[in-house]
């Protein structure tokens, strides 16, 4: 995905707390970055697996997941009228 996207994401490296309100309207930045769909999914899939093998330790790790979770919590919290809550695991 690269820095430039992953700044268009809310929070702070992958932290963040939104209301309701906030969820609506950081959910078009997020799907604009997080909805990768051929060379660009398997590059950042790629590029996770990566970094999940060498410095993550943890080579079974979903890349996949990483990348569809956010997205899936903040489309439901936007859908149910929701805040949402997100919060990076660190080794």
């Given at each position: 995905?690269?820095?430039d996207?992953?700044?268009?994401?809310p929070?702070?490296?992958?932290?963040?707390?939104?209301?309701?309100?906030?969820?609506?309207a950081?959910?078009?930045?997020?799907?604009?970055?997080?909805?990768?769909t051929g060379?660009?999914?398997?590059?950042?899939?790629?590029r996770?697996?990566?970094?999940?093998?060498?410095?993550?330790?943890?080579?079974?790790?979903?890349?996949?997941?990483?990348?569809?979770g956010?997205?899936?919590?903040?489309?439901h919290?936007a859908?149910?009228?929701?805040g949402a809550a997100?919060?990076?695991?660190?080794?």
């Amino acid at each position: 995905m690269g820095p430039d996207a992953t700044l268009r994401l809310p929070g702070r490296f992958g932290d963040f707390l939104l209301d309701a309100e906030q969820v609506r309207a950081q959910l078009p930045a997020v799907e604009e970055t997080l909805v990768l769909t051929g060379t660009p999914r398997r590059d950042a899939i790629g590029r996770i697996h990566a970094w999940m093998t060498g410095l993550g330790d943890d080579p079974a790790h979903d890349a996949d997941e990483l990348v569809d979770g956010p997205l899936r919590v903040l489309r439901h919290a936007a859908r149910t009228g929701h805040g949402a809550a997100g919060q990076v695991r660190w080794y």
